[in-house]
């Protein structure tokens, strides 16, 4: 079954111990995301990756870091962090449009709650 | 900024009956697509249907079609035949490159 997959899908954790979320995809996707929702925002960009080793900032990145050095996977690492943070956070996965945009449609991970106290 | 706009927060509509999600975004973009996504309670993210900006034609899934009006930048997605399992959070998605910029969102319920 085609999907992106996220670990843990519920972390409680204190302030400044540092964490990761992982994203993984089973759809050889070049293009992985990550996005923070938040009541009433909407969902946001936090970093994208076109490609292997190819990341960038979104709209939201202080705070988080990211790699990308195999394919399929797309970890998010919060360093050190704060209760600001808290969020749900999904990871998405999108093939290039082969047109002129950079990507077409994205799919989504099931989200990841993350409460930081 | 890119900003898109959900002017309704909330919505009701009785089950089978047909209901209309408002969009409006703001883009100097020309070439983008566009999404809406549903969010029932699990928090999945679903996609409901995509539209091309190049395209007159209005998208059409089954139940759902959107009213794409480029010019004035509005999107606005129609549920027809509502069913409960259509209550859920919608957002309106365009996608300008690589990057997806969303609606506050509109909360759906459905009665029955």
């Known amino acids: 079954e085609a999907q992106v997959t996220q670990n843990p899908r519920y972390l409680i954790t204190v302030t400044g111990k540092k964490l990761t979320v992982t994203c993984s995809q089973n759809m050889n996707h070049e293009y992985m995301s990550w996005y923070r929702q938040d009541p009433g925002l909407g969902l946001r960009q936090i970093y994208y990756s076109m490609n292997v080793e190819v990341t960038d900032k979104g709209d939201v990145p202080e705070g988080y870091k990211v790699s990308r050095k195999e394919k399929r996977n797309f970890p998010l690492i919060l360093e050190s962090p704060s209760p600001n943070q808290t969020s749900l956070y999904f990871c998405?996965?999108?093939?290039?449009?082969?047109?002129?945009?950079?990507?077409?449609?994205?799919?989504f991970g099931p989200g990841t709650r993350l409460t930081v106290l | 900024a890119q900003t898109v706009t959900q002017s309704q927060p909330e919505m009701s509509v009785q089950e089978a009956e047909t209901v209309t999600l408002s969009c409006t975004y703001d883009?100097?973009?020309?070439?983008?697509?566009l999404f809406w996504y549903k969010q029932p309670p699990s928090r999945q993210m679903i996609l409901v249907i995509r539209q091309e900006a190049y395209k007159q034609q209005n998208a059409t899934e089954n139940r759902f079609s959107v009213n794409f009006q480029k010019a004035a930048k509005s999107f606005s997605l129609k549920i027809s035949d509502s069913q409960l399992g259509d209550a859920a959070m919608y957002f309106c998605?365009?996608?300008?490159?690589?990057?997806?910029?969303f609606g506050a969102g509109t909360i759906l319920r459905v009665k029955s």
């Open positions: 998605a365009p996608l300008y490159g690589n990057k997806l910029v």
């Open positions: 998405a996965s999108s093939s290039p449009s082969g047109g002129p945009y950079s990507t077409d449609t994205q799919y």
């Open positions: 883009t100097s973009e020309s070439d983008y697509y």
